[in-house]
């Protein structure tokens, strides 16, 4: 763009990729989180660490936030909501994805089992890699803190 808008906007300033920064943070055989297989029609995951449930669900909701979801929290969770930006402009809703947080109590006492489920929205891509790439954020951070966190593969579930 040229002119007097052209200084102080710019196009790629405009694209949501440019939001955000993919995850660095990798293990040795690739990602922790993988995305969730096409097969899956609501894909669910559980994290596992020895957190309290507070800070477990403080740095999933941040890693989601960081990636361009919008977090809000629940009694027991969060719900992390994304939609596009050409959703936004068109006013158009079916491009959505909404992802779920529970917390749950795991078998031994000090650790805390945060179960993750992608109820709506699971074929966009766009969405899968941010969900993603916010997921290997929030456990990178978890583990820089020297908590153990371990993470299941993505399971479907039944509706509810």
Not at 42 to 71: M, N, Q, S, W, Y
Not at 97 to 107: H, K, P, S
Request: hydrophobic share 40%; charged share 20%.
């Amino acid at each position: 763009m040229t002119g007097r808008i052209g200084r102080y906007l710019r196009w790629k300033d405009l694209m949501p990729s440019t939001r955000y920064s993919r995850s660095t943070d990798r293990t040795e055989s690739g990602t922790v989180v993988p995305p969730w297989p096409a097969t899956i029609a609501r894909p669910a995951a559980e994290i596992t660490c020895g957190a309290p449930a507070a800070d477990v669900v403080a740095a999933v909701g941040a890693g989601l936030h960081r990636a361009g979801f919008k977090v809000r929290h629940t009694a027991d969770g969060f719900r992390a909501t994304f939609v596009p930006w050409l959703d936004v402009v068109t006013l158009q809703t079916w491009g959505r994805t909404i992802v779920t947080a529970d917390v749950r109590r795991a078998d031994t006492p000090p650790a805390t089992t945060v179960a993750l489920t992608v109820v709506l929205g699971v074929e966009h891509s766009a969405a899968k890699h941010r969900c993603v790439d916010g997921l290997n954020q929030a456990v990178g951070e978890l583990r820089r803190n020297g908590v153990a966190v371990s993470v299941t593969d993505w399971s479907p579930t039944a509706r509810p």
